[in-house]
């Protein structure tokens, strides 16, 4: 199998290989993964009963000429050692697929034609047919894309056309969203169909008026409650579920000393989930959100204030599903965010703002910064832990230095969640964590968070480090939980491009549905070789474990399962 990726990966240097007027690029994305302790085995003896093989191929297929592009994915996955007879009886012990799914592949393997697109590009308009990705504005009524680093792809199965006449942008697009079914990072278990709702939308961008450009769009979102191709379209005409969105937009450049942005957008729900208990079945919502920099000398001042009220209604039925249709700027530290502060982020009463001041010390290579966010949160529903509204502060401060072939990036910062009342008595006695304070308990949740990379030549060689870490002092809640400490931590040696090692190591006290394999159930560790052989071809091999826990990333956030076990990955471009 090596010596067939690096031939293809030779090939792909080689220009002379592609046909005149047609060019080809194909991704082939393979990796196998032995995954130990997913289950606990109930008999000390055989403690690797319930491991597991899994193995995923991504292709990815681009042909144009022209003006005309062709575009699919074929997703695969297959487990093995999962499958037993026990008293001529068959066991499974991970199921791959729901049993209603229809799957062309035997056993406990899956294939789909995942996305499958016709592009193609005028002088003053673009059509795409089939998948498509689509944001407008700051993301709040419509944002549609990739989000690879929490591997989420939710794209548009459908038409879209984007007309340029003039100064003008008009976006059209409509059909079904596709989610991704075969996860590339995480674990399979349980694939089940698509939910394909059904979705419409259209924008008109102005460009030039002074200094402004301003847009207008709107939204419409109709949702189903049964998998499959049709459903969506069987829906339509029905009482399902429905959003519908318009918003505005206008972007100045230099007025009174100022860039700003400002967005506002209201929501209009049928059949909807109701986020707060104490509004109206039919209860609207909005979102506004306003931007203004400026750049006094060597600094620069960032500016930006939201409100959303009812907002996040609009994803209530897609948390199964783990994406979400609509994200607007959330002003947070995404780095910092973790199972008890997150569900601020989709708070659907929330207003507040965040102030930041950038200072070029030295021109392209030293620049510090300071930041100070702060938010009143009056949702009580949802992932949120408090029974009262709290207010939220948020410094940070940080610095960026890149110069000679050396870079460090570090940030720091201190956040109180603080609940409206007074000090509360600490359940079940003192805090157990001394730099959480003992005595009583203020009802409040306090973060202390840092992470640096520090990346500098050793020789031929270069080393970069990462680290993170985050102290957290939880308040009281109705399901209490306790005081913890993570700190995550990698630490990479390379040979330019073409070689890489690095070593894991990540401690937690936080409950979560992991175990180290360090000697300790808090302490994980893990080792990664990559090898490119060829530009277009990268080798990783993995092993060890981490830890599970929240990642954040574009205002959207998902549980992320830990893993153990050893993983090979074979990536080539031909």
Excluded at 40 to 57: K, L, M, R, T
Excluded at 224 to 247: I, K, N
Aim: hydrophobic share 40%; net charge negative; glycine share 10%.
């Amino acid at each position: 199998m090596w010596w067939y990726f690096a031939a293809i990966a030779a090939f792909a240097t080689d220009p002379e290989a592609q046909e005149p007027g047609i060019s080809t690029t194909f991704t082939d994305d393979f990796e196998i993964r032995y995954r130990r302790g997913a289950v606990a085995s109930p008999d000390p003896a055989y403690p690797g009963v319930f491991d597991y093989i899994e193995q995923v191929n991504r292709f990815n297929a681009n042909i144009r000429s022209g003006r005309w592009a062709f575009e699919a994915q074929i997703d695969e996955v297959a487990l093995f050692l999962n499958r037993y007879y026990l008293d001529d009886v068959l066991v499974v012990e991970n199921e791959l697929v729901v049993p209603d799914l229809w799957n062309p592949m035997p056993g406990s393997s899956y294939l789909n034609p995942e996305k499958l697109k016709a592009n193609w590009e005028g002088e003053h308009a673009t059509l795409t047919f089939g998948d498509a990705y689509a944001a407008f504005g700051r993301g709040a009524a419509l944002n549609l894309n990739r989000n690879v680093d929490i591997d989420i792809d939710t794209s548009v199965q459908g038409v879209k056309a984007l007309l340029r006449p003039g100064a003008w942008d008009i976006t059209l697009v409509g059909g079904q969203l596709n989610r991704q079914q075969v996860a590339q990072d995480n674990p399979n278990d349980g694939i089940f169909g698509d939910l394909r709702h059904t979705m419409g939308a259209i924008r008109a961008e102005r460009f030039g008026l002074g200094p402004a450009n301003v847009g207008a769009h709107a939204v419409v979102y109709k949702f189903t409650t049964e998998p499959g191709f049709t459903s969506g379209f069987d829906q339509v005409p029905g009482a399902t579920p429905l959003t519908a969105v318009a918003g505005l937009t206008t972007e100045l450049t230099s007025v009174a000393g100022f860039d700003w942005y400002a967005e506002g957008d209201v929501f209009g729900f049928q059949d909807m989930p109701n986020a707060l208990p104490d509004s109206k079945d039919d209860a609207p919502g909005y979102a506004a959100y306003l931007s203004a920099s400026t750049y006094p000398g060597p600094f620069v001042v960032l500016l930006e204030g939201k409100r959303y009220l009812q907002a996040d209604r609009v994803n209530g039925l897609l948390g199964p599903e783990q994406y979400e249709v609509a994200t607007a700027p959330t002003l947070e530290y995404e780095r910092a965010i973790n199972e008890d502060t997150s569900a601020a982020l989709n708070s659907n009463d929330i207003f507040g703002g965040r102030a930041e001041l950038d200072w070029s010390a030295i021109a392209g290579e030293l620049t510090p910064y300071i930041a100070m966010a702060a938010f009143r949160d009056r949702d009580l529903g949802g992932a949120h832990a408090n029974g009262t509204p709290e207010t939220i502060t948020h410094p940070t401060a940080g610095v960026e230095y890149v110069a000679d072939g050396r870079s460090v990036i570090g940030n720091i910062g201190f956040r109180t969640d603080d609940r409206d009342g007074s000090a509360v008595p600490t359940p079940g006695g003192p805090d157990p964590a001394a730099w959480c304070g003992a005595g009583p308990r203020r009802d409040r949740d306090r973060q202390i968070h840092g992470d640096v990379v520090v990346e500098f030549p050793v020789g031929p060689l270069s080393l970069d480090i990462a680290a993170a870490t985050e102290l957290f002092c939880v308040g009281v809640n109705p399901l209490q939980g306790p005081d913890f400490m993570t700190v995550t931590s990698g630490y990479t040696l390379a040979y330019g491009s073409d070689v890489a090692f690095t070593w894991f190591l990540d401690y937690t006290t936080q409950p979560i549905d992991s175990v180290g394999n360090l000697g300790s159930d808090h302490l994980y560790g893990a080792a990664e070789l990559q090898i490119k052989p060829a530009p277009a071809f990268t080798l990783k091999a993995f092993y060890g474990a981490y830890k599970a826990g929240i990642r954040c990333s574009g205002g959207q956030c998902r549980q992320l399962p830990g893993f153990d076990g050893a993983r090979v990955s074979a990536v080539a471009t031909f």
